[in-house]
């Protein structure tokens, strides 16, 4: 089975008619967090977000959606209550939220806006050597675009183990980064990290432009690329 990629906006100010229309799949306690969110931009993205993977998962699984239980891992990665294989995970950044949703595979999606200011001393300071020296080389006028490459496959691929910022982001790179499949690699492999989520030939990587102005990555764990589609999701005639 393909693993879908869904992507739609979120109001930067005042929420409008998506927001309102996803309001309705949130439980009583999401309504809850969400108001104590105090700016418009994170209102609606948390709103957005929760209301398209209740809708897209209960289309999928046949149930009604608010009835969807969620767990938390110790690092934070939501996961659905039960013994369904059905994986997914969502990302979301200044005007726009991605959700991507597979099957019986760890998989962590990224999004970031372009027009991120970046600090290039964070990759001096977190990222792989061999990044590093790939950003350097980068023309000026392309190394915000460069870095968040970088940055966005990094994090979907910590979010696909589920560990958070625990693990130390220059103990794994990506190579090939021109492509639009960079291979992952460990910068050691007899770390314990490495041992654990290894070998890195079973991870799959995709970088994509979900919209304009924004930059994605997906991480799957497979042996194989998989199949991939990606396309806007609406809250009023969504198509699985």
Known sequence: MPIQIWHASASKQQAGQLETAC????????????????????????VVGRGM??????????VDPRALG?????????????????EFNVAHTSGLVVVAIGQDRRLGVDVEGLDRRIDLDIAKRYFAASEVRWLAAQPAAEQTQAFLRIWTLKESFIKAIGTGLTMPLDQFAFH????????????DERLPSAKKWGPAEQ?????????????AALTVHADQRPQITTQPWSSFAPRT
């Open 176 to 187: 090939d980064l021109h492509s639009p499949h960079p291979q992952l690699s460990f910068t």
């Open 203 to 215: 991870w799959q990587s995709h970088i994509f432009q979900p919209a304009a102005g924004y930059i």
């Open 53 to 62: 993977v209740r809708q897209l998962l209960g289309r999928r699984l046949g």
């Open 70 to 86: 969620f767990q938390q891992s110790a690092h934070g990665k939501p996961h659905l209550d039960g013994s369904t294989v059905v």
């Open 23 to 46: 309001r309705q799949w949130l439980t009583d306690e999401e309504q809850q967090r969400a108001a104590r969110f105090r700016q418009p931009t994170s209102h609606n993205q948390f």
